[in-house]
């Protein structure tokens, strides 16, 4: 991991996929531990290779993957849209 990928996943995007992602645990009625960043090193550097870490209190987990373009991209109305109903899927999977 580079610094680059260490400062995407604390960058503006990253905080907005987290917003997102809190937003919908609360409209679906999930009650979540707090969620975290990970990172793949074996991915290239295009693919979906950051991961948001979520976990129901159920013990239910997932792992909703993220490339650096779409962390990006996320502070713009098309991909913050597109970075929703990503997170919202996952989370359904979850209920």
Not at 65 to 84: L, Q, V
Request: with cysteine; proline share 3%; glycine share 6%.
């Amino acid at each position: 991991m580079n610094t680059d990928d260490m400062l995407i996943e604390k960058s503006e995007g990253a905080k907005q996929i987290e917003k997102l992602c809190n937003d919908i645990t609360v409209e679906l009625g999930l009650d979540l531990v707090p969620v975290y960043w990970s990172f793949e090193f074996v991915k290239s550097p295009e693919s979906e290779r950051h991961i948001l870490n979520v976990e129901a209190k159920n013990g239910m987990t997932t792992e909703i993957r993220f490339s650096r373009a779409e962390i990006e991209a996320c502070t713009t109305s098309p991909g913050k849209e597109r970075t929703e109903e990503k997170i919202r899927m996952e989370l359904e999977g979850l209920l």
